[in-house]
T-cell receptor, first 110, second 113 residues
């Protein structure tokens, strides 16, 4: 099974940088995903890491260390619209099952 | 291209009543997922279909939940009878075979009174 841990809440100022950490324990790892979910809306895909290292996509970057069971999502140049829940999800080896963390609610203040 | 469509968006029922949710995935997506998301939690997988075959239903409470995807396109998730603890958002997602990203629908918010 999976055990995924991420902080419950984070607050940051518009224009700043925020790093959301995710640690996981899994019996078989086959990729880590980050999703963004605005209140009352569907999760939308942000990033996917399967190898160690940093994946950059515009203002968002995601890092993975498989040996440490650790990932982070970095949000740069924060905008008010980035206020949302950010979900870390781990995929199991052998199937396409995603196990999600509880999500980190990010609040961006002016 | 249209996204994943779900209906209804909201449903309020009394406990012990039946309820059904409908999902139409993105055209051409072979894989379809049903998730349940409780307030303040991440989605939890209930069932996964590859075309019309349920390949993972280990998390589906089979005493009261059932699902079908008869023609390998749209799908229905049913609860009978509903219990208070079933109040949640039920999300449908789809993806092309072997694709990493899952595309989620807007969900159905179920309230059981």
């Amino acid at each position: 099974g999976q055990n995924i841990d991420q902080p419950t809440e984070m607050t940051a100022t518009e224009g700043a940088i925020v790093q959301i950490n995710c640690t996981y324990q899994t019996s078989g790892f086959n990729g880590l995903f980050w999703y963004q979910q605005h209140a009352g809306e569907a999760p939308t895909f942000l990033s996917y890491n399967v190898l160690d290292g940093l994946e950059e996509k515009g203002r968002f970057s995601s890092f993975l260390s498989r040996s440490k069971g650790y990932s982070y999502l970095l949000l740069k140049e924060l905008q008010m619209k980035d206020s949302a829940s950010y979900l870390c999800a781990v995929r199991s080896r052998g199937d396409y099952k995603l196990s999600f963390g509880a999500g980190t609610t990010v609040t961006v203040r002016a | 291209e249209a996204g994943v469509v779900q209906s209804p968006r909201y449903k309020i029922i009394e406990k012990k009543q039946p309820v059904a949710f409908w999902c139409n995935p993105i055209s051409g997506h072979n894989t379809l997922y049903w998730y349940r998301q409780n307030l303040g939690q991440g989605p939890e997988l209930l069932i996964r279909y590859e075309n019309e075959e349920a390949v993972d239903d280990s998390q589906l409470p089979k005493d009261r939940f059932s699902a079908e995807r008869l023609k390998g396109v749209d799908s229905t998730l049913k609860i009978q009878p509903a219990e208070l603890g079933d109040s949640a958002v039920y999300l449908c997602a789809s993806s092309p075979r072997g694709y990493n990203e899952q595309f989620f629908g807007p969900g159905t918010r179920l309230t059981v009174l």
